[in-house]
């Protein structure tokens, strides 16, 4: 299964191989990998991109280090809530992320998730990996509509890098422990 962003000249691939548990992510943005990078471990920034521009972000813990933790929650606007958290297992600046990820809504089912950072001089492809416990886990994460949130995030992301972020992504920076 494939799938494309066509709002934007950078592509957002979403593919899930018919024979593993997985979901590969790939998408290049216009900056260096070391502000990319950031932008995926600063809290400050995470809260700004991450999820869909329907959801409100609030981040009650967000440390990005090698044994680090998270969790974060998305609110609706019905004040319906979604929250997720895990375990950074490998942060090596500017190259790659491990971490596992949970979405409290179905505890069981935690991924394990790699974030790789490709220089390719001036501009990034970030290559992301999730890794589910079962075929039938990777096909309910894709019905689930988490393309349309990994979209509207890497627009986001394109948006805070640019130093152009819209009226809708500022509602979405509210921090808290």
Excluded: C
Excluded at 40 to 60: A, C, E, K, N
Excluded at 162 to 169: F, N
């Amino acid at each position: 299964m494939s799938s494309t962003d066509t709002h934007h000249h950078n592509e957002t691939r979403i593919v899930a191989d018919p024979a593993l548990p997985t979901i590969v992510i790939i998408r290049e943005f216009d900056a260096p990998s070391d502000r990319v990078f950031r932008a995926y471990t600063d809290p400050d920034l995470v809260v700004q991109w991450l999820g869909p521009r329907r959801l409100t972000m609030r981040i009650d813990q967000y440390d990005a280090r090698t044994g680090g933790s998270y969790r974060y929650v998305h609110s609706a606007d019905d004040g319906t809530e979604y929250g997720f958290h895990g375990v950074f297992h490998e942060v090596r600046p500017s190259e790659r992320i491990v971490q596992t990820f949970t979405y409290e809504g179905f505890p069981d089912g935690v991924s394990l998730e790699t974030a790789l950072f490709e220089d390719l001089g001036g501009r990034t492809r970030v290559t992301g990996t999730s890794l589910m416990d079962s075929i039938e886990a990777r096909d309910a994460m894709l019905k689930s509509g988490m393309d349309v949130g990994v979209r509207e995030g890497y627009e986001r992301l394109d948006e805070l890098l640019a130093g152009q972020q819209s009226g809708s992504a500022d509602r979405h920076t509210q921090t808290g422990s």
